[in-house]
């Protein structure tokens, strides 16, 4: 009899507790706000160099992008004679970081410029009148 008590006690202890547990969180999904990025005015631009890039080279390279103005230290990427970074397209471009960089140093490179037929070409992955697409939407709609 007194185990049956002892059981009743903690099953309405652990109801309590998961009823509390639930409430909070849809207390937190409720009331979240949508994180603000600034990614629209991310920007992605590459440079093609002529020779091979060394690690001597590289971490010059990498020292001479991250001291001009607009430009992440983190995100900058050299591999096989390219180097792609990521840059804020309202305090510079790629044309101005290129031609910071090669009066930083004596570079053989190129800026890379997207050919015309790849320009409007729609680089979302997503199927956007896709069913699965349309209801990601909807719920994120919901909740922001």
Known sequence: MKTNKT?????????????????????????????VYESPNLQVSRIDF??????LQAKQICSDLRSIKGLT?????VKR?????FHNNKIT???KVFDELM????????RYILPAHLD?????????????????????????
Do not use: W
């Open 7 to 35: 059981i009743k006690k903690i099953l309405r202890t652990g109801l309590v507790i998961g009823i509390l547990f639930f409430g909070i969180f849809l207390f937190h999904i409720i009331t979240a706000k949508p994180a």
């Open 50 to 55: 002529k020779q091979d890039i060394d690690s």
């Open 73 to 77: 230290s983190d995100s900058i990427i």
């Open 81 to 85: 004679n390219v180097v792609v970074y």
């Open 93 to 95: 471009d790629s044309k």
């Open 103 to 110: 009066t930083k140093g004596q570079y053989d490179a190129q």
């Open 120 to 144: 409007s070409k729609e680089v979302c992955p997503v199927n956007q009148n896709s069913m699965s697409y349309k209801l990601s939407k909807k719920v994120n709609q919901f909740f922001n």
